[in-house]
C-alpha cells in the first residue's frame, strides 16, 4: 500500500505561531487553483487547532493531518 502524501504544493512553517503560520498558508493558497493541495509542516503545538478553524473560516478543506517525527503535516485542500 503506498501511504506517501502527494501534494501539488509544500510549504514548511517550522515554528512560526499562529498569526504568521496562518498569513503564510493564506499566501501560498492564493495562488492556487480549486482542488489544488498544499502540504504544511507546522512545529508550533497549536497549529492543529490554528489550520482546522481557519479552513473551517474560509472554505477550505483540512483533508489529512499526518504526525512526523519534526512536528505535524497537514494536506489542505483549495475549496
Not at 64 to 73: A, E, F, H, I, T
Request: charged share 20%; glycine share 6%; net charge negative.
Amino acid at each position: 500500500m503506498d501511504t506517501s502524501i502527494r501534494a501539488d504544493f509544500v510549504l514548511d512553517l517550522g515554528e512560526k505561531n499562529c498569526s504568521q503560520l496562518v498569513m503564510e498558508v493564506m499566501l501560498a493558497i492564493r495562488h492556487m487553483d480549486k482542488g489544488q493541495t498544499l502540504l504544511v509542516t507546522a512545529y508550533d503545538p497549536s497549529a492543529p487547532i490554528d489550520l482546522e478553524a481557519w479552513c473551517r473560516m474560509t472554505g477550505n478543506t483540512l483533508a489529512q493531518r499526518l504526525p512526523d517525527s519534526s512536528g505535524n503535516q497537514f494536506l489542505i485542500q483549495k475549496g
